[in-house]
C-alpha cells in the first residue's frame, strides 16, 4: 500500500491562491470537507471498521468531485501554474491520495510527524558529510531516538543520564517507548 498525505497537496492550493483565488478556494473547500470528517471521526471516537465506513460514506463522494473538478480545470489554466500543479498532483496521485480511506491505522496527513522531526529536516544539510555510510546510520539512528523522545514527551536530562548506568545487555529497555513505562514520571 502506497499512500500520499493531503496535508501536501492542500498546501499547494494555498499557494495558488495568490493565481487564482476562486479556482483554489474550491480545492480548499474541498478539503475543509475532507478534514471535517477526520474531526468528526475523532469526536465520534471511531475505529476500525466504522471509521472505515465512516470516511466512504462521508468523503468518498467529496474525493470524486474534487477529481472530476481538476480532471476538468487543469485544462483550462496555463500548465505552469500553480493550480495546474495541484490539480494534476490529485490526478496522478489519487488513489494514493484516498487509500487511507481503506485503512483505519492510516492518517489522512503527518503533519504531526512533520513537526516533531522539522529540527532534525533543518539540519539535514549540516549532516550530508558524515564521512562513511556506517556515520550516516549512526546519526539517523540518533535522530530517531530524540523524535521519539519528542513525541513521547519524555525530559531529555532523565532519559540521557541513564546511559551511562544501563549495562550493555539492557540498552533496549532505554529505548523511549520503552524507557517511558518503567519511567512514567518523567514525562514533561
Known amino acids: ?48 471498521v466504522d471509521k472505515i465506513a465512516y470516511r466512504k460514506s462521508n468523503v468518498e463522494i467529496t474525493w470524486q468531485s474534487l477529481l472530476a473538478w481538476c480532471v476538468f480545470t487543469v485544462n483550462g489554466v496555463p500548465p505552469n501554474s500553480q493550480i495546474h500543479k495541484a490539480c494534476n498532483y490529485i490526478i496522478r496521485h489519487y488513489n494514493e491520495l484516498t487509500a487511507y480511506m481503506d485503512y483505519d491505522m492510516v492518517l489522512l496527513d503527518n503533519n504531526a510527524t512533520e513537526l516533531a522531526i522539522r529540527a532534525l529536516v533543518m539540519g539535514k544539510q549540516n549532516y550530508l558529510f558524515c564521512q562513511n555510510d556506517e556515520s550516516c546510520h549512526y546519526v539517523a539512528v540518533m535522530y530517531t531516538f530524540f523524535a521519539t523522545r519528542k513525541v513521547l514527551g519524555i525530559n531529555p536530562e532523565k532519559w540521557l543520564s541513564e546511559i551511562p548506568l544501563t549495562p550493555k545487555e539492557k540498552l533496549s529497555e532505554l529505548l523511549p517507548q520503552n524507557w517511558i513505562k518503567s519511567n512514567p514520571q518523567a514525562k514533561v
Do not use: P, W
Not at 502506497?2 to 494555498?14: D, L, T, W
Not at 499557494?15 to 479556482?23: D, I, S, W
Open 1 to 48: 500500500m502506497v499512500c500520499r498525505y493531503s496535508a501536501h497537496v492542500r498546501r499547494e492550493f494555498e499557494r495558488a491562491k495568490t493565481e487564482n483565488v476562486l479556482l483554489s478556494n474550491f480545492g480548499l473547500a474541498s478539503f475543509q470537507i475532507i478534514y471535517g470528517v477526520e474531526d468528526q471521526i475523532k469526536e465520534l471516537c471511531f475505529t476500525g
